[in-house]
């Protein structure tokens, strides 16, 4: 079974259970935040680590511990939408140029060779700094640099789908192109789609914490890991390593964490990965 391979692989479980402790953590932050993340506090401004503020505090007094919780649930939420909306796209797109082939596979394509020329951070960055640093416009950054990946991904399985005997046998029995698309293909690109979303969630959060640290991504008082760690890297030469650390750490763990659980669920859901002919 899956789920039994992959608690046998003492890393991988241990970061399944890493990203499910940072989802947890998230999705109760107003309830596990032991303050509010955008008060300050004069009195305990840049305070060490201590039983009062476990992770210190910041230049303004505000609890670090709480902020990083916050910070979670918006990096989670960012990386999710955007995921979210370049695989629907993405396979959208994929599925009607395999399919379709001729004009259709030829449109599409070259519209994703057009993307993928630009680097994909450097693109997210140009499209913030043109539509401005909100939310929305980090997610939409985001998920139009993944939106090739999806697309090739789907379009290369859908081309090898359609000339399978199953597909074959859908078409004779008099169904119409969008069912055998739905309901005969496209189950059987949902793997390595899987895989894939797994592995962007890592990238999309490294993306957007990268955006906030230049000053281009989710903007103040909204706490987020990247601009966090932006704020304490003034301070590490003067002693205040933790405002630096602590967000770092969040975004290499929670990186590592997606990108280790994609490469197992690869070897799961991949049948050459385990040796199957």
């Known amino acids: 079974m899956p789920w039994r391979r992959l608690a046998r692989n003492r890393l991988s479980f241990a970061a399944l259970g890493a990203i499910l402790v940072v989802t947890v953590a998230a999705l109760l932050a107003p309830w596990l935040a032991p303050y509010d993340p955008d008060e300050p506090d004069a009195a305990v401004a840049l305070a060490s680590v201590s039983v009062r503020h476990p992770l210190g505090t910041d230049l303004y007094g505000r ?3 709480s902020r990083l919780i916050h910070a979670g649930r918006v990096d989670l939420l960012v990386a999710l939408s955007a995921t979210a909306i370049a695989l629907t796209l993405g396979a959208t797109l994929g599925a009607a140029a395999g399919y379709r082939g001729g004009w259709v596979d030829h449109l599409v ?34 998920a139009l640099t993944h939106v090739p ?28 192109p969008h069912q055998i698309v739905l309901y005969h293909l496209f189950p059987n690109c949902v793997p390595p789609l899987i895989v894939q979303a797994t592995l962007a969630m890592g990238f999309a959060i490294l993306t957007v914490a990268a955006l906030s640290f230049i000053g281009l991504g989710i903007q103040p008082p909204q706490s987020e890991w990247g601009q966090m760690t932006a704020e304490g890297a003034g301070y590490v030469v003067s002693g ?33 990965m385990r040796g199957v002919r």
Not at 115 to 122: D, K, L, N
Not at 244 to 270: E, K, S
């Open 63 to 65: 609890d670090q511990l």
């Open 240 to 272: 205040e390593w933790w405002l630096v650390l602590f967000p770092g750490f969040a975004i290499m763990l929670t990186v590592l964490a997606f990108n280790l659980v994609g490469d197992t669920l690869r070897d799961l859901l991949d049948p050459r």
């Open 149 to 176: 990946i999806y697309t090739r991904l789907i379009r290369g399985e859908m081309l090898k789908a359609r000339e399978t005997e199953y597909a074959e046998a859908a078409r004779t029995v008099g169904n119409r």
């Open 109 to 142: 394509m070259r519209g994703v060779d057009a993307v993928m020329a630009f680097p994909a951070f450097i693109l997210a960055l140009a499209i913030t700094a043109a539509l401005g640093n909100s939310t929305a416009n980090v997610v939409a950054a985001i």
